[in-house]
């Protein structure tokens, strides 16, 4: 069973950054795709960025390329998602999700094992 944490979330004003964490146990990690997902109130959960078990490809929504940046330390069990230029839809709550069965995942319902999740809320 793998276990997620998830860290980083908070308060910004709009053009601010945010790094988000999420630390793993449990399981592979350098053998898993990774994922962070967001859901807004109101909204249905979108697949923001995701990232292959070795790091060499990724993925990102339309609405965050060019923004954000997701990455991972297979040696720390850790994901990270750098968010620059943060707009006020940005705000969300945040999860990290994992997909033990693909090295490389971009279908959202594929992704197994969540975090917590992590507020994030950018302000105008």
């Known amino acids: 069973q793998v276990q997620l944490v998830e860290s980083g979330g908070g308060l910004v004003q709009a053009g601010g950054s945010l790094r988000l964490s999420c630390a793993a146990s449990?399981?592979?990690?350098?053998?898993?795709?990774m994922g962070w997902v967001r859901q807004a109130p109101g909204k249905e959960r979108e697949l923001v960025a995701a990232i292959s078990a070795s790091g060499d490809m990724t993925y990102y929504a339309d609405s965050v390329k060019g923004r954000f940046t997701i990455s991972r330390d297979n040696a720390k069990n850790t994901v990270y998602l750098q968010m620059n230029s943060l707009k006020p839809e940005d705000t969300a709550v945040y999860y990290c999700?994992?997909?033990?069965?693909?090295?490389?995942?971009?279908?959202?319902?594929?992704?197994?094992?969540w975090g917590q999740g992590t507020q994030v809320t950018v302000s105008s």
């Open positions: 999700a994992v997909d033990r069965n693909a090295l490389y995942s971009t279908r959202i319902h594929n992704y197994d094992y």
């Open positions: 449990g399981g592979t990690f350098s053998r898993y795709a």
